[in-house]
């Protein structure tokens, strides 16, 4: 089977589709670093779906989802901006964590992995 890379760099690729899944990179706010947890995460939910669809399939679709959090004082509000985008009917496995992000700005970095 091969392996579809998905906007490659020299240091790591936005996706990898193989085998029928889609493995995105964790997906970071890149416009709203200086705005809070909920506007951040409805940023990062944008660039999974656009990503998603590129791949040839939607949120509906996704099995597991990592969601890191640079603060857990914005768990509420992350789950705010989640509640509204998550397909309900399909909601996947989900765990969320606490962690230290690449960069100071960022609130919330999500890992998505989606059936094709």
């Given amino acids: 089977m091969s392996i579809q ?3 490659l760099s020299k240091r790591y ?3 990898v589709i193989h085998q029928g899944t889609v493995y995105l990179s964790g997906q970071v706010p890149e416009k709203t ?16 779906d656009n990503l ?12 597991t989802a990592q969601i ?13 901006a989640w509640d509204e985008w998550v397909a309900r009917d399909n909601a996947p496995c989900r ?11 960022w609130k919330v970095e999500i890992v998505i992995t989606a059936k094709v």
């Fill in 95 to 105: 765990a969320t964590v606490e962690a230290r992000l690449a960069a100071p700005r």
């Fill in 13 to 15: 690729c936005e996706a």
């Fill in 68 to 80: 890191f959090l640079a603060d857990m004082a914005d768990y509420d509000d992350m789950n705010r």
């Fill in 5 to 7: 890379r998905l906007h």
């Fill in 52 to 63: 998603l669809q590129e791949a040839g399939t939607h949120k509906g679709n996704i099995l």
């Fill in 33 to 48: 670093v200086n705005l809070p947890a909920y506007e951040q995460t409805q940023e990062v939910l944008g660039l999974i």
